[in-house]
């Protein structure tokens, strides 16, 4: 296990997390708001449907980074947690590459797991275009378009880390769908994602937002979710360079927020007519502007 996988784990113990009072993610979140269905084929494959609302579409009118990495993040964990037994497992680096741009939908993303080793998981994703077909032909992916490709590292942790640990068997849906969905439908939201978890642009041009540290964003070890930070990052990188979409993005988890709120920095990398790169950082303003997380977002024109 590397210094910084120990340090997003090791740092804080269990012990020490805020305690989740109800079952994860809780009637309100920004996960279950995705209206997400998995379905285990066996304990090494999983499939993820997702919906693709006006909610979760970028500027261009197709599926956000932001919203596609809590998808791949969400159809990972279940192969890896299984994978992961009798520990728990929390993601610690998320590539995502775009092939092309999803413009109908459904998502559906495609998890098989590549590595069971004894500090990590290892668990490869492809991501398609549902082509407007129904959830229960999209077992099989085969003839789908595909829209990307992506690699999840997952760290081995104690089971008495994450509050879901006691409340969820993934080994138990093998065979069946399960819905991760909104449980109160009726409850008024923003009509833009990134408007929905809470996030402010404090300086445009300069890539800074901010995000509290919220039970609509947290997760099950109480702080925030790791695909939401995908959304943030996306937020940031395409608020820095308008005309622009993420598209492509990897980003490294290094520590758990504690107080927030999480705050971004950028840096370009490369800016060209038709496309940028660009680093930031994750800090965490209530905790000594502690470094929580690094991503590289690539942006392309539309």
Known sequence: ???????????????TLPPMTTAYPPARHAIRD???????????????VAPLT??????????ALGFLTAVVDVSAAVVALIAGQPEWTATADLTLHQAAPITQGPVVVE????????NIVVVGVDVFDGDGRDREVLLDT??????????????RIPRRASAAAGKFDPAANLGQWRQMGPVDEEA??????????GLRIID??????????????????????????????????????????????QIHYLAQSKGGPARTSLTPIRVTSDHAVCSLELVDTGNDDRLLSHAVVTLVRY
């Open 1 to 15: 296990m590397s210094a910084a996988t120990r340090s997003v784990h090791e740092e804080r113990p269990a012990d």
């Open 34 to 48: 995705l209206d997400l269905w998995t379905f285990h084929s066996s304990a090494e494959r999983s499939v993820c």
């Open 54 to 63: 006006d909610v979760v579409r970028n500027a261009a009118g197709h599926a």
């Open 111 to 118: 998890s098989h797991l590549v590595r069971a080793g004894s």
């Open 142 to 155: 085969t003839g789908l378009t595909p829209a990307g490709s992506s690699i999840v590292t997952f760290a």
């Open 188 to 197: 008024e939201a923003p009509d833009a994602l990134l408007d929905r978890i």
């Open 204 to 249: 445009a041009a300069g890539g800074v937002v901010e995000l509290d540290q919220t039970p609509y964003v947290a997760n099950s070890f109480g702080t925030i979710n790791g695909g939401v930070l995908g959304m943030v990052f996306q937020g940031a990188a395409e608020a820095a360079y308008p005309g622009l979409v993420a598209a492509d993005v």
